[in-house]
């Protein structure tokens, strides 16, 4: 047994700096250490367990400790722990896996380039909006639009189109030309009886008087997650991406969609942009697509994009951009495995099967008071948490009701991911019906307690 000074406890303070973590807080509270996990049950070092409700971070749809994939990553590691893609470079497990991807991929999607996460594609993804527009001779058409309350990475050029303040505070950012239209949040900023129609054509005429306020022709690309993740999984209203796609074609503007965590049948079909009508000239993946077991990302693109591209290599004398471990040989493995296990579960029969009791799990849930909305599709939802469920009001914002539930749960042994007033899940597709009505049970009891602190009852 450790002494306490001696403790991982005491050491993770003395030497780690963790991400998207209040720094001063950590030293007085220390780390959550998890020991292992299995399924969709995640054990701490002391013994207590969790029903993960939200797949890790969107990320491992198969649950924890996939035997398939250990296997996958061992035995590719024995035989070929490295090589990288680099000048004419090329390696098996990533041709097979690219060709599988395309196969899967809306028909519009052509080639594939590999990274190690997601915002390392989405990075990628900027880079090649800015070198199709100077293929085209238009290097003024740069700007790219975003949506508050989007999350589209940490890097420097993600984080960017990131629609989260505390992300830019302090940090210099976002750069320039990267700008930010109205979060799609019917339930919150709908005008008295505006129907989700009318609501998405206001956003869509937002957007468009945006883009002719800064000119078209700076704009080059609008970025969008089809279902908004770590905005507390914020469905878009009805109608509202054939409107924005409607704009970005009058002004010649690219459509990135940023399929981190809707891709691989999350949203109820293989991809986002099939749920919600969407036809992107790029796209990123990563999350689901090695179901988190080992990094790996990848950005997905049209035809034009990649004749833009050679036109582009052939002008500077190469593609110079790459990274060392992209397309890795045993993430690219352990991912082949993944789509293999999916195929083999029959991905979209499974997840509607899932998705029905998800449904009657949560609309159940709606009964609470503190639950004003639900929003959900396949394996995703978010519910927004409302002062008054009679008239819909809403907490006053920063009141982070959310941590509140997040923290109930923790005790009644329940994880799930929070962003201001709503809850989200994510459930991997491993799990059993009678752990989604076992999230049922953990999420009330905490919705209770929460609601007796505020309201006193
Ligand atoms: C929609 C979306 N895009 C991009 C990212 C960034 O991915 P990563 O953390 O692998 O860089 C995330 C991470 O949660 C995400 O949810």
């Known amino acids: 047994m450790d002494s306490l000074a001696n403790s991982l406890a005491a050491r993770d303070i003395a030497h780690l700096v963790h991400p998207q973590t209040n720094l001063q807080l950590h030293l007085e509270q220390g780390p959550a250490i998890v020991d292992h996990a299995s399924g969709v049950w995640i054990y701490d070092d002391e013994g207590n367990s969790f029903l993960d409700s939200v797949s890790g971070l969107w990320c491992a749809p198969l649950g924890y400790a996939p035997e398939r994939l250990a296997r996958a990553a061992y035995d590719q590691m024995r035989k ?260 293999k296990i999916y195929e083999e579960m029959d991905l979209l029969a499974h997840i509607a099967r899932l998705s029905s009791c998800f449904a009657d799990m949560l609309e159940g849930i709606c009964s609470h008071p503190l639950v004003g909305d639900l929003a959900m599709t396949g394996l995703i939802a978010g519910i927004e948490l409302v002062k008054d469920k009679g008239s819909g009001e809403l907490f006053p914002a920063g009141m982070n009701v959310g941590v509140k539930v997040a923290e109930a749960s923790r005790r009644h042994g329940l994880l799930h991911r929070y962003a201001g007033n709503r809850i989200a899940f994510a459930p991997a597709y491993i799990i059993s019906q009678d752990e989604i009505g076992e999230i049922g049970v953990r999420l009330r009891k905490s919705l209770d307690e929460v609601h007796a602190e505020l309201c006193g009852k």
Request: proline letters at 5%; aromatic letters at 10%; hydrophobic letters at 40%.
């Open 80 to 339: 070929l722990s490295f090589a990288h893609l680099y000048r004419h470079n090329s390696h098996e497990p990533a041709i097979e896996l690219a060709e599988k991807l395309l196969s899967i991929a809306p028909k519009s999607m052509s080639k594939v380039h590999f990274q190690s996460t997601g915002s390392e594609a989405n990075d990628v993804a900027i880079k090649l909006v800015w070198y199709y527009f100077n293929a085209l001779g238009r290097p003024e058409k740069r700007k790219i639009i975003s949506r508050h309350g989007a999350y589209h990475g940490s890097s420097v050029a993600a984080v960017s189109l990131t629609g989260k303040p505390d992300m830019h505070a302090q940090f210099n950012l976002p750069l320039d030309g990267f700008l930010h239209v109205a979060c799609p949040h019917y339930f919150r900023d709908r005008r008295g009886g505006e129907s989700e129609h009318a609501y998405a054509t206001r956003l869509a005429d937002d957007l468009e008087a945006l883009i002719v306020e800064q000119d078209p022709d700076t704009v080059a690309a609008f970025f969008a997650e089809p279902v908004m993740g770590a905005g507390g999984a914020i469905l878009p209203p009805e109608g509202y991406f054939e409107k924005v796609q409607g704009v970005l074609r009058k002004y010649d503007i690219l459509f990135v969609a940023d399929e981190v965590i809707t891709g691989f049948g999350r949203t109820g079909k293989m991809w986002g942009c099939e749920r919600f009508s969407i036809q992107p000239d790029l796209m990123s993946c990563a999350k689901a697509l090695s179901a988190g077991a080992l990094p790996i990302s990848a950005l997905l693109m049209s035809e034009k994009i990649y004749q833009a591209m050679l036109l582009q290599s052939e002008r500077t004398g190469q593609f110079a951009h790459g990274h060392t471990f992209a397309g890795h040989p045993a993430c690219a493995a352990v991912a082949l495995e993944t789509l």
